[in-house]
């Protein structure tokens, strides 16, 4: 399953681990409450004091939901201090936020999910391939493309993102809509915002990260006037077909069916507008290849080549002079370029030239190996449907 899967890589979709440099969702500027005392903010206040008192108190919970099965967080004195702090923060009825949160319950699945790989594990480029790559992911691929090609192409051009690269993130993120998670999002944000693993080397930059998750994720239903209870998703707290992050959602989400409301849920146009323009937030360049086949020397220099990890930055020419050989039109591409290295276990690992482009993908989630699956799964699907003209 997805989620196992993502987990054991130490990679979940905006929710990253293990990154080299600025995290997609948690520093990309999400929307900043408006300046004090401004009017604005005024307004802001008595909207969202209207929403959240006309907001609908937590009804049943969906079907298959997974609910937290530890103590609600009424009782942790450090949830209902934040509550507070939320309430005041953001404009908010504090009998509303304590409420809502002190309903939210602890998730001991989602601590254990949390945990890091165990040490002994070594990365498979081959078998992480093979999980994401497979007949039923292109061919639901291939059926996802035909459905929505006009909204494809539409996001195509209004963002430069090309319709494989979507229909890739889509499929590897939650098979068309299929994997979209059963974890109830309050309990899963409540419970890594207040019980991260401690063990964890960067609980506590983790905890505060899923804080903010938490205070949008709250914020955003008060405002919609929805039941934050109703909403399922990924252990994280990820939600939709492109599995968003509240802050990423609140950023980057676009109503591209244009019926008012954002939906990446039910909304499949909502859904691919979306992966496009966050794509293209984070600097997709239209027209670039995402990667080059490399092929190394056997004197490279593997440690200066490695040295900026996946951050695209040797010029085509020094690329060649570290040892690092490019065919064809690689050897004239005119960005920075990283040496791409991906683990094959205990064989020889796989290199690929990976362009900025390359690097736009890892920006929605902070691994190399996720990278190339979209890649990959997004090639395959446009052989089938160049196969299919
Ligand atoms: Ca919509």
Redesign the pocket.
């Known amino acids: 399953m997805l989620l196992g899967l993502l987990l054991a890589w130490g990679a979940v979709h905006a929710a990253p681990d293990t990154a080299p440099t600025s995290n997609a969702t948690s520093s990309a500027a999400p929307n900043d409450p408006a300046k004090p005392g401004s009017k604005a903010q005024r307004n802001k206040a008595k909207e969202n004091k209207k929403a959240a008192t006309k907001a609908k108190k937590p009804g049943p919970a969906p079907e298959n939901a997974l609910i937290g099965t530890g103590p609600a967080y009424a009782q942790s004195e450090e949830a209902m201090r934040f509550a507070d702090e939320m309430a005041a923060r953001r404009q908010l009825p504090a009998e509303w936020v304590r409420q809502t949160l002190g309903k939210a319950r602890q998730s001991p699945a989602v601590i254990a999910l949390m945990k890091p790989p165990a040490a002994s594990f070594v990365k498979n480029w081959g078998v992480y391939r093979l999980r994401f790559i497979d007949d039923i992911r292109i061919k639901a691929g291939l059926q996802f493309w035909q459905q929505h090609r006009s909204d494809l192409m539409r996001a195509e051009s209004a963002y430069g993102v090309p319709a494989q690269i979507i229909v890739g993130v889509i499929g590897v993120e939650t098979l068309y809509g299929r994997n979209m998670g059963r974890f109830r999002v309050m309990d899963a944000l409540s419970t890594l915002a207040f019980d991260f693993p401690a063990a964890h080397p960067r609980a506590a930059e983790r905890s505060q990260y899923f804080r903010k998750e938490l205070e949008q994720f709250m914020l955003s239903h008060s405002q919609s006037r929805t039941d934050p209870f109703g909403t399922l998703g990924s252990y994280a707290g990820a939600t939709g077909l492109p599995q968003f992050m509240p802050s990423s959602i609140a950023s980057f989400a676009v109503?591209?069916?244009?019926?008012g409301?954002?939906?990446l849920r039910s909304?499949n146009?909502?859904a691919i507008g979306s992966v496009a323009h966050y794509l293209q937030a984070f600097g997709w360049k239209t027209g670039m290849p995402t990667h080059y086949a490399v092929r190394l020397k056997a004197d490279a220099d593997m440690s200066a080549l490695l040295a900026p990890d996946i951050l695209p930055t040797f010029s085509a020419a020094s690329f060649q002079e570290k040892g690092a050989m490019l065919e064809g039109a690689a050897q004239s591409h005119a960005g920075p370029l990283a040496l791409i290295e991906l683990l094959n276990g205990t064989d020889a690992p796989s290199f690929v030239a990976g362009t900025e482009n390359f690097y736009v993908i890892t920006r929605y989630n902070w691994s190399s190996y996720y990278a190339m699956a979209v890649i990959e799964l997004a090639e395959a699907v446009a052989r089938e449907m160049q196969n299919r003209r």
Request: glycine letters at 10%; proline letters at 0%.
């Open positions: 109503d591209f069916d244009g019926d409301r954002i939906d909304s146009s909502d």
